[in-house]
């Protein structure tokens, strides 16, 4: 059974920091490349961080430079550091581990399956 687990989110003022992570079980983590979305307030869900496999990060514009994605390989789970947090920022956050369109390849097999998390509410207010 594979699960993707949230954790870190909660209310924070704006400037502070917050420290997510996504535990993932059930799937090859180290072949998937990891994202962070996120849910505003009457917003579509957005893209917010990735990282492949390889450690390769992208960054949406809204977060570059206040936003760090990592992974634990070793602990299969992925961080989202967020720093400088704005009352934009609002939303509840998503991990997701997706597979790529050509599949996630790991010995003679491709696997194709996403997964998304339950989701964690991040809240940024005075």
């Known amino acids: 059974q594979v699960q993707l687990v949230e954790s870190g989110g909660g209310l924070a003022q704006p400037g502070d920091s917050l420290k997510l992570s996504c535990a993932a079980s059930?799937?090859?983590?180290?072949?998937?490349?990891m994202e962070w979305h996120r849910q505003g307030p009457g917003k579509q869900r957005e893209l917010v961080a990735s990282?492949?496999?390889?450690?390769?990060?992208n960054y949406a514009d809204p977060v570059k430079g206040r936003f760090t994605i990592s992974r634990d390989n070793a602990k299969n789970t992925v961080y989202l550091q967020m720093n400088s947090l704005k009352p934009e920022d609002t939303a509840v956050y998503y991990c997701?581990?997706?597979?790529?369109?050509?599949?996630?390849?790991?010995?003679?097999?491709?696997?194709?399956?996403?997964?998304w998390g339950q989701g964690t509410q991040v809240t940024v207010s005075s």
């Open positions: 997701h581990a997706d597979p790529g369109p050509a599949g996630a390849y790991y010995s003679g097999a491709y696997y194709y399956t996403d997964y």
């Open positions: 059930g799937i090859i983590f180290s072949i998937y490349s």
């Open positions: 990282i492949t496999g390889g450690s390769r990060t």
